[in-house]
């Protein structure tokens, strides 16, 4: 199940709450609390890291714009 939530906040920016219960076969509510337990964050807060780090390393590669990379 972590390996599936971390995938997803590697790899899928996009992804919602529902999406993600239903992937690892839990509720969100369930989901949750399991965020929140394990990491101490919610699954926005979660999201928003992961796109932060990923804006970061675009940065720094150096090869899109910043309007580019905000778009993404």
Same mark, same amino acid.
């Given at each position: 199940?972590?390996?599936?939530?971390?995938?997803?906040?590697?790899?899928?920016?996009?992804? *919602?709450?529902? $999406?993600?219960?239903?992937? $690892? #076969?839990?509720?969100?509510?369930?989901?949750?609390? $399991?965020?929140?337990?394990?990491? #101490?964050? *919610?699954? /926005?807060?979660?999201?928003?890291?992961? !796109?932060?780090?990923?804006?970061?390393?675009?940065?720094?590669?150096?090869?899109? /714009?910043?309007? !580019?990379?905000?778009?993404?």
């Amino acid at each position: 199940m972590f390996l599936k939530i971390e995938e997803a906040f590697l790899y899928r920016y996009a992804i *919602t709450l529902p $999406v993600l219960a239903q992937e $690892v #076969g839990l509720s969100a509510r369930q989901l949750q609390r $399991v965020l929140t337990g394990h990491y #101490g964050a *919610t699954f /926005s807060e979660k999201r928003r890291e992961a !796109r932060m780090r990923a804006a970061l390393l675009l940065l720094g590669a150096g090869k899109l /714009s910043v309007a !580019r990379i905000a778009e993404e």
